[in-house]
DNA sequence: GGTTATTTGTTCGTATGTATC
DNA sequence: CGATACATACGAACAAATAAC
């Protein structure tokens, strides 16, 4: 896919070969990738080319180095978005609502995914979610709408979301309140009934306690 | 409070105080950086280690270096993360059925988002694209996407669906035929009515012919 | 448990190409 | 054109952490 593009940074093409090599290899989370003297010679570059391009990696969270271990495909893709987007991108109020806009398109799409199917909506899951809000007295908003997006069976969109939620993590309020306890059990209700109408009503009046 | 993080890694720390005297000296987009050299005396570290950290702030984005120049900040902020990342994520979620599938979850929030705004539904683009069906044999099908994604006002939104456009790019027809020009035209006056029901009737219609 | 090899962490020196005045 | 400042790139060297035996 990647034709020889002449880049004349090497450590930008350091980073596209070894985006190459991840994929060629088919490494998957965890795996260790080859140490930088070995890739310095199969690449015909200087170690500290190659340290360029992994620490460039390393700061989006895509690998983890151990010292004196190796370096390694990040286990937990969570990825820096966050820490990232909040310290250099997101200064201006329309990049925040931005995120938080997308995240609600997601959040609505799974609501209505899962509405319109049988399966999905009968789903245990719904009733331990709703049982749940009934008894304990902080829920962790996340942690439901993670199961919606999880239900919706789309797993682009959930690793997706899963990176704005991240990022809208150390913006939100994290728990759930008393008073949002009813709405979200009628979202529940709405949800196994299939009603998609109120599902979403219930939702966006969720949001309201953001 | 404390500006000793106590961060294990060198390049982290630098990352960090080059965030800090950004903050500090009030760069704007353009202004120059102190050189490798004189950062690496101001902040006692090897030059190596410098460059490690620039170079992470330049596949970001947030600075451009000129060789010979100078290290200046990125004059474009923009979301270079989006890219980076969903490269990485459209590589490891192999399923294509789900890029569509995310794909079409923006397109039709963009539609919602117009037929609810007045001002959007009377931008002149879409009279503009209307005539273009009408008058060209052949149109792009992602270029109409595009300005539904546009006219939405959610600029990460568009960069996401940027990637998945681009990356299903060779899965899909990228031209309408005759047959679909009706449809179009149904979609781009529904929109304009603010008739967002018979707007996605069209859009989903049009999904067949892909 | 200890020794050795491997790997990353960090610095420094050197040579080279580029930009600016 | 020349001089200077700067980034680019490589490689050597040693420290520190880890892994292997």
Redesign the interface.
Known sequence: MNEKQEN?KV??EI?SKL?DL??REKLQPGDKLPSERVLSEMLGVGR?SV???L??L???G?IETR?GGGTFLASS?Q?R?VE??A???LQEN??IR??H??RE??E??AIRIICANKRLRELPVWESLFLKIELETEVIRDHILRELLIASE????L??WI?LAAYSAGALKKVTTEEEKPILQRLLTSLRLGYEKEALKAYTEWLDYL
């Open positions: 004349k450590f930008l980073v985006k991840i994929i500290s340290r360029e391009a620490r460039s390393e700061l989006l895509i010292h893709q990825y978005l990232l987007l310290t250099f991108i329309q990049s931005d995120v806009k997308t398109i997601h609505k799409e789309n797993r682009l969109a690793r997706i990176q």
